[in-house]
């Protein structure tokens, strides 16, 4: 007689696949939405500048302005004239406004440039739209006519972070930004992206860039890294911090090495900005040199 045989039912793996396969898909789904939400905060956020005025942020003498426009809206920044005929623009990074690199400014000026600090479109009192792409550059190149306009005959500039990025582009195709300084550049947004995503990056990269794409911007295609090599024989000077995890120190040495040898690349022991703590004087002799010795004449 044969052995008996059970009366359950055998239990079938597909319910419970089924529930491994929806609650991964739900958490890629939470962890893309997490990366694209992040990059809506940190780009594309505004931020009013909240009734902060020139001489309390060290600037005293400078005075508001109107630079031009961006889609009807006013675009505005602080201004101190030039006691030298030299002038120099300053543009900040995503989230900021034009007190950023009030201190840069401040050395500067004190030296006799003249310096415009601007509020990109969408940020600070400035109107527009924020795209991380053409409206900042449209801004950024009104500025520099503004400036000629006011009769500055030598300009320079100076950008941070995504500043930076956008100054490199501007700066490839307007010679008339003699000198440029770029301060924590990635050489590109996607790769700054993946440096913040780290190992999770193959998965939240994309849905990052949705951020941008919906403001009609592609992130992919504008890259520094394409720009700086447009800018010499005109003077161009890297600042970038070895413990900087957006514009990494690896991120600076490509962007001096597309640059060429005439691009100076100058890395400080801090993370992503933080120059003036690392070493106060050495970056002030840096700036001061390096425009001194490209606006002079």
């Not at 905060?41 to 942020?57: C, D, I, N, V």
Request: glycine letters at 14%.
């Amino acid at each position: 007689m044969g052995a008996p045989t059970s009366s359950r039912p055998k239990r079938r793996p597909w319910p419970v696949l089924g529930a491994v396969i929806a609650a991964m898909a739900l958490g890629v789904g939470r962890t893309s939405w997490k990366a694209y939400r992040a990059e809506r905060l940190l780009a594309f956020e505004r931020h009013p500048l909240r009734g902060a005025t020139a001489e309390g942020s060290g600037l005293a003498g400078a005075v508001e302005v109107e630079y031009g426009l961006s889609d009807g809206a006013p675009l505005r920044g602080w201004y101190a004239a030039s006691r030298n005929g030299a002038a120099i623009v300053f543009v900040h990074g995503a989230g900021g406004d034009r007190r950023t690199l009030a201190r840069e400014a401040a050395l500067l000026g004190g030296a006799g440039y003249g310096v415009l600090l601007i509020d990109l479109p969408g940020l600070g009192e400035s109107g527009g739209r924020i795209t991380c792409g053409r409206t900042e550059e449209a801004a950024i190149a009104t500025a520099v006519d503004w400036l000629a306009r006011r009769g500055a005959s030598r300009i320079g500039g100076l950008g941070f972070s995504l500043g930076s990025q956008l100054l490199a582009h501007v700066a490839a195709a307007d010679p008339r930004l003699r000198a440029v300084v770029l301060e924590a550049a990635s050489t590109s947004i996607v790769d700054r992206i993946r440096a913040m995503q780290g190992r999770s990056a193959w998965l939240t990269t994309l849905p990052a860039t949705l951020a941008f794409f919906q403001e009609g911007t592609n992130p992919w295609r504008d890259q520094a890294r394409e720009s700086v090599g447009a800018i010499p024989p005109r003077k161009l000077l890297l600042i970038a911090g070895t413990r900087d995890g957006m514009a990494t120190p690896a991120m600076a040495r490509e962007l001096a090495a597309r640059a060429g040898p005439s691009a100076g690349l100058e890395m400080f022991d801090t993370g992503h900005g933080g120059y003036w703590e690392a070493d106060a004087t050495r970056y002030t002799s840096l700036l001061l040199s390096f425009f001194a010795a490209a606006l002079s004449t």
